[in-house]
């Protein structure tokens, strides 16, 4: 650009076009040019002067408005703005910072030939103190402006964020992460969680992280906007809203959920068009549509499809239970904060405290955890380290009336940490005794009262079985011989042959293993009862037999114990009647999720810290996830190779997964039912006495029919009583009846009740003969011996009293499943009380 070109430009242009002809060539004369890259600052706020540059091409954004640095505001400068003028006329700094937002090109004018141009003509001088009266005026004005959107703002105004994210987990990385790619735009956000999150100060950081940092932030509740908006868009001709005075800052609004259905049409509208429509008193008048500056960020704690599907940066911040290993990041945080606060020496939290911090869910999240935190610092008298008993949150109701033994008892937790439970009772002691027994059974006398294998069989194995369930669960499983062979098989199939055990088919296991155990289980109830296995010692060891062996195919083939879990029918029953028992075994998913990382009580591994070295759980179940007994055979695999202490064995109110964390299925109520008719099966010449009938049971077929309608048909009584739930609950429109399979596992306490009833003259009328019986087994005499036998009016006195405490205990989890009214519930409740009847019947009276 030639000289006479530059003075045109600079008349055409600049500020300086006041300027005489002569005094613009002069200074065309003496300018340079230079060009700037995208982000490279030409000038920065409190740096000296070094010459005046006039903006020639491209585009640059100043930080204040010029000349006044009272008013943060982002300006974009247009070709011709004058940079310096006034500071190199008054001697003085820059007054603020011009960045380039893309490649830029400006003439420039050192400062020395500035002033020496200054000397030889005044009326540049004269120029710059017109222009500057121009800029004060204007200035007052805005300032005056500036005042009033403060003002008007001022309510609203959030000055700074309260805190950073707190913690290390991956869920706070992730979070942080998130900020920050919402920092590095000016596109709406959706901020949603639960209530006591800090979301809203989520927000302040994305704001204060971004490049509008100077600009204003202001938080609204949308419950409190007026439902037309005209607080928030204005009104048309008349006061502006907060989006206008607004301008370019952050508009947060808080509790969206609470947003009138009115308002929501017109929300939606902003985030998907970025326009408004001021409130117009005539809402026949068609307003104009206004354009929003304001960067738009939603805070919500529901989902409301209509609105969140329109923000560009959707950020769900995760509850504190699902990171509790953040949990030791936070109180160190509030425990700085109150310390600071009170001026005291920071206290620290013991290790005891802060696991039983993370065994809680904490419902209000993270006010809840400051507030608790709050109370432990008042509550601290001497010393500097919270405890246990100074800290203590609220029970989850999966921690609810219940006792963790291990703690209770320390004696306990070593043994079942040592090598007595359940290695060398299995390897020491049932490994040996299982092929024993099954010997006698095969090759000594083969009836109860001359075989004593027989008789620990039937009249002290199957008794004491089903008084263990209420106690301790499944903790026969942990000792099961059938299972040891399964495990002996696995070895030595791994030694002999070595391959790769194959993995569980855990879908078509799930879908169909229930129902081959129920099928298996019918099969050998009818067995059972046809060929009279109780008083048979050969069959009896058949059927132990049978069930070892599918135990040990199943170990050969698959990892772990695959039959245990899905095909045992014993193990099958067995962890049925676990629920209803007084112990579980769980873990604290608090510590699980915060502190394991390498889940070696399920997958295995070697031995961590306090953690023992085991192969895993056996039946491939993780302790923090059990919701039921079902799936735990008390191994303390866990318990044995946790490095944490998560693990507890808590004494519980009997049953109380029921109703609580317990998820019904379809051929466990099969199950049950078979179990219900096995009472019947067990006392068929009760049963034929009671129907009137005259059949020879003797003869194979008239046997074999009447058992099997034994096995089916008393399961219609509790069909019955649904039928008439649903027609009820029909006819009189009440609330929805919970499902057959959900409410039959009222059934189970009567159900278990009925089977001791069967097996109590068993037990305490035989079992007490086993020295006698012991000596005839191997063709002694042993009359002499001691017995030990209960009175006939003893035990039927334990069975009547062990079928009403059933009754009682089947009504009282019928009630806590279907939370419906007693009356309601009658028809179930009279089923149980018919079945009871039965029971009594067969099994006391007609004995």
């Known amino acids: 650009m030639t000289p006479q070109d530059l003075v045109v430009w600079l008349q055409e242009r600049t500020a300086l076009s006041i300027l005489a002809p002569e005094v613009l060539e002069a200074i065309a004369r003496s300018l340079e040019e230079r060009t700037f890259s995208p982000e490279q600052a030409i000038l920065r706020e409190g740096e000296p002067a070094d010459g005046l540059y006039i903006l020639a091409s491209g585009k640059a954004e100043s930080d204040k408005l010029p000349n006044n640095p009272e008013i943060a505001r982002s300006v974009s400068l247009l070709p011709g703005c004058a940079l310096n003028l006034q500071a190199l006329l008054l001697q003085k700094p820059a007054q603020h910072t ?247 020496a920071k206290p620290h939290l013991s290790p005891e405290a802060l696991r039983r911090l993370q065994t809680y869910d904490f419902p209000n999240n993270l006010r809840e955890l400051e507030n608790l935190v709050q109370r432990a610092v008042v509550q601290l008298e001497s010393g500097n380290e919270i405890t246990e008993e100074i800290i203590w949150p609220s029970q989850g109701k999966k921690h609810r009336f219940r006792l963790n033994l291990l703690e209770e008892y320390p004696k306990l937790r070593q043994f079942l940490r040592s090598p007595w439970w359940p290695d060398w009772i299995n390897y020491g002691l049932t490994l040996w005794a299982f092929p024993l027994i099954v010997a006698i059974l095969f090759l000594g006398p ?162 961590k810290g306090e953690g023992m070295e085991t192969d895993g759980c056996p039946l491939y179940s993780h302790p923090a996830q059990l919701e039921d007994n079902r799936d735990c055979v008390l191994c303390m695999t866990c318990l044995k190779a946790c490095p944490h202490r998560s693990v507890e064995f808590n004494l519980r109110p009997p049953g109380i997964e029921l109703w609580t964390t317990h998820i019904p299925r379809s051929y466990e109520v099969a199950l049950l039912l078979l179990l219900l008719n096995v009472v019947f099966l067990h006392h068929l010449p009760e049963v034929q006495h ?47 009846l919970p499902s057959f399979i959900k409410l039959a596992y009222g059934y189970l306490p009567l159900i278990l009740a009925g089977n001791l009833s069967h097996y109590f003259p068993l037990w305490l009328g035989e079992s007490g003969k086993i020295l006698p019986v012991a000596l005839a087994t191997f063709g002694l005499n042993g009359a002499q011996l001691p017995v030990l036998v209960a009175h006939p009016a003893v035990i039927a006195f334990l069975q009547g009293s062990t079928l009403i405490f059933g009754v009682l205990c089947s009504i009282f989890v019928t009630q806590k499943i279907a939370r419906q009214q007693f009356l309601w519930m009658l028809p179930q409740h009279l089923a149980i009380g018919a079945i009871a009847a039965s029971f009594w019947v067969l099994t006391i009276v007609n004995v």
């Open 690 to 736: 009671f129907l009137g009938l005259n059949l020879d049971l003797d003869r194979f077929l008239p046997h074999s029919l009447l058992a099997i309608a034994a096995i089916s048909l008393p399961a219609l009584i509790p069909l019955l009583a649904q039928a008439i739930l649903k027609l009820s609950t029909k006819i009189t429109q009440r609330d929805q």
């Open 446 to 607: 083969q009836t109860r009262d001359r075989n004593f294998a027989l008789n620990l069989f039937w009249a002290w194995w199957w008794p004491l079985v089903l008084l263990f369930f209420p106690l301790l669960g499944r903790v026969w499983c942990a000792v099961c011989p059938f299972m040891i062979y399964g495990e002996v098989t696995q070895k030595l199939s791994l030694w002999l042959f070595p391959h790769k055990l194959k993995r569980w088919p855990r879908e078509r296991a799930e879908r169909w293993g229930g129902w081959f155990l129920f099928a298996l289980f019918a099969l050998i109830l009818l067995w059972e009862e046809l060929w009279n296995l109780e008083n048979t010692a050969y069959l009896s060891a058949w059927l132990l037999l049978l069930i070892t062996a599918g135990a040990m195919i199943c170990s050969a083939i698959f990892e772990r114990r695959l039959w245990c879990r899905y095909l045992c029918p014993i193990g099958g029953m067995n962890g049925m009647f676990a629920k209803l028992s007084m112990t579980e075994l769980r873990a604290q998913q608090g510590i699980c999720s915060a502190e394991c990382t390498t889940y070696q009580c399920y997958k295995g591994g070697p031995q």
């Open 98 to 344: 011009v960045i380039c937002q893309d490649e830029c090109r400006l003439w420039f004018l050192s400062a020395q030939n500035f002033q020496t141009l200054l000397g030889q003509y005044p009326s540049i001088g004269q120029m710059v103190a017109q222009n500057l009266a121009e800029e004060v005026a204007q200035l007052t004005s805005e300032l005056a402006n500036e005042q009033e959107r403060q003002t008007i703002l001022r309510p609203y105004l959030v000055t700074k964020a309260r805190r950073g994210i707190v913690g290390k987990s991956r869920y706070a990385t992730r979070l942080r992460k998130q900020i920050e790619e919402a920092s590095g735009d000016r596109k709406s956000v959706l901020v949603f969680g639960e209530p006591g999150l800090e979301k809203d100060n989520i927000a302040a950081l994305i704001h204060y992280g971004s490049r509008d940092r100077r600009q204003a932030i202001i938080k609204l509740n949308s419950g409190t906007l007026q439902a037309n908006g005209a607080d928030l868009f204005g009104r048309a001709g008349g006061k502006p809203g907060l989006l206008e005075t607004l301008g370019k800052g952050t508009l947060v609004l808080n509790n969206i959920q609470e947003l009138s259905p009115e308002l929501r049409p017109a929300i939606a509208h902003l985030l998907e068009t970025g326009t408004y429509q001021p409130v117009s008193r005539n809402e026949e008048t068609d307003v104009g549509s206004k354009t929003c500056e304001a960067r738009i960020i939603l805070v919500s704690e529901q989902a409301i499809p209509k609105i969140d599907n329109l923000v560009a940066h959707n950020i769900p911040v995760p509850p504190l239970r699902t990171r509790k290993a953040d949990i030791g990041d936070w109180v160190n945080y509030y425990l700085s904060i109150a310390a600071r606060t009170k001026r005291i």
